[in-house]
């Protein structure tokens, strides 16, 4: 048996933005983390469709026979916002997280005029996740959500200083304005990515990334697993490994020098890890 792994996942190179938070709140932890470039982007899809994919991912994580998961984290806000419940009911012995709720928290704790903005995919927005969990919290909250779909591919196809990003991001950041929210969360992984241009267009927003809440979390949670040694880390994707491995040395080479880049390939409803 491998050495026991905290399991991650998102469409594509977003959740490397809570991979990145995570090796420092748990930096004793191996992480599998599985990139599903077949489908990316899940934004535009079926919630159902969305559903499928994230549940055959954390069932890959959760149920292989090489080594134990102690965790899952869906660090996919569309997975969190329809798939998370139906696997936790599955595994309920085994902690599994999503980014929305610990989003939500981190923009409560910020805003002063209890407007707050998300960015987000179309699914997440038609999900309702994010205005559902901020108004558990206070019901008088307005929540001004928008579907930014020009994000993730501009941000896979490695584009954010280009000028499709910043037109984008000046049409949706636009909406936001004219609601004077004073709290802004980037409710896709993939957004961190563009935070220089949305902090120089919009510098006024306090702007959350829940990747450093969930982070925190889940360290908090897995501080008493004892793992030796140094951790190495396995990077699998259903897409294509050389573009993936050439993604990964331009966004975060340090994790690439502690990793190993693997394929992964559907089989039906299946997820096979190679
Ligand atoms: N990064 C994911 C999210 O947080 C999915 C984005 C997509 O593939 O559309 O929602």
Redesign the pocket.
């Known amino acids: 048996m491998s050495a026991p792994f905290l399991g991650v996942f998102?469409?594509?190179v977003?959740?490397l933005t809570v991979v990145h938070a995570l090796r420092k709140a748990a930096p004793h932890i191996p992480i599998w983390y599985v990139a599903d470039q077949a489908?990316?982007?899940?934004?535009?899809?079926p919630l159902d469709e969305v559903r499928g994919f994230a549940c055959g991912i954390s069932e890959a994580l959760l149920a292989n026979a090489t080594a134990e998961c102690v965790g899952v984290v869906m660090?996919?806000?569309?997975?969190?916002?329809v798939a998370l419940p139906v696997v936790q009911a599955k595994y309920p012995h085994v902690p599994v997280l999503g980014?929305v709720e610990p989003g939500a928290q981190a923009a409560a704790k910020r805003t002063r005029n209890g407007r707050i903005g998300v960015l987000?995919?179309?699914?997440?927005v038609q999900s309702g996740a994010y205005r559902l969990a901020l108004r558990r919290i206070a019901p008088d909250y307005e929540v001004y959500e928008v579907a930014c779909p020009a994000f993730?591919p501009i941000v896979e196809a490695g584009a954010e200083g280009s000028e499709a990003a910043r037109e984008a991001a000046c049409l949706y950041l636009h909406e936001l304005e004219a609601h004077e929210v004073d709290t802004v969360i980037l409710?896709?992984?993939?957004?961190p990515f563009l935070l220089p241009l949305l902090r120089r267009l919009s510098p006024q927003f306090v702007y959350i990334d829940p990747a450093e809440p969930t982070a925190e979390t889940v360290g908090q949670m897995l501080s008493s697993l004892e793992v030796l040694g140094t951790p190495r880390h396995r990077l699998f994707t259903t897409g294509d490994v050389g573009a993936f491995h050439a993604q990964l040395e331009r966004l975060f080479p340090d994790l690439l020098l502690v990793s190993e880049v693997k394929s992964a390939r559907w089989d039906g409803d299946q997820l096979v890890l190679d």
């Open positions: 998102d469409s594509g977003g959740g489908h990316v982007p899940y934004g535009g899809r660090a996919c806000n569309i997975s969190s916002a980014v987000a995919t179309e699914g997440t993730v409710g896709c992984t993939h957004y």
